[in-house]
């Protein structure tokens, strides 16, 4: 008996086959939505994570505000370093009986604040912000009740204190408002 010659062989084109790519994708897994709502368009991504979802939502003039906090603590700085007598003036309106030393490290810790102000300017990672806006604030409460203390020692209250410490509190809130709404989690939709 001769055998059949048998037909050649169709190579089925899964590419354009619709129904065997819809049947592939849903035992990959990809395609439909998740858990959070997201769709992944490849198990690559699924498996990955979706970069937006990382991506941090700024509450508006956040940059703005670091700019301006990295600006005024390199100034103050600068200042304690080069010019720690006068400074110590200005603020308690009286001559300075210790020696400079102490208020040139104060302006040498202050500049360490702004290095770190100035790096969480040029970050996109939440947590750096967040921790950027953390030390700030920590500062700025510090400082307001060193500066009250020391105030209460001296028994004086020249109007320069009393700007700077309005000055700490006004900082501290708007500061402690950015670290409040960078941390939220956005609503869903």
């Not at 089925?12 to 939505?33: A, N």
């Not at 970069?51 to 304690?80: H, Q």
Request: charged content about 15%.
């Amino acid at each position: 008996m001769a055998a059949k010659p048998h037909p050649p062989l169709m190579k089925k084109h899964s590419q354009t086959d619709l129904v065997s790519r819809l049947k592939t994708r849903k035992i990959l897994g990809v395609g439909g939505e998740d858990d959070d709502g997201e769709v992944h368009r490849s198990k690559i991504s699924q498996m990955l994570g979706n970069e937006i979802k990382f991506a941090v939502r700024e509450p508006m003039g956040l940059r703005l505000w670091i700019l301006f906090s990295a600006v005024v603590f390199t100034v103050m700085a600068l200042m304690a370093l080069a010019f720690p007598n006068q400074l110590y003036e200005v603020v308690f309106d009286q001559e300075q009986t210790a020696t400079s030393v102490s208020i040139r490290l104060y302006g040498g810790a202050i500049l360490s604040l702004s290095l770190i102000l100035w790096n969480g300017l040029y970050t996109a990672e939440k947590v750096i912000i967040q921790w950027t806006l953390l030390s700030e604030a920590c500062y700025f409460a510090i400082q307001f009740l060193v500066t009250s203390v020391t105030l209460v020692e001296l028994g004086s209250l020249p109007n320069a204190a009393i700007l700077l410490l309005l000055s700490h509190v006004f900082f501290l809130t708007v500061t402690l408002t950015y670290y409040y709404h960078l941390g939220r989690r956005p609503k869903k939709i």
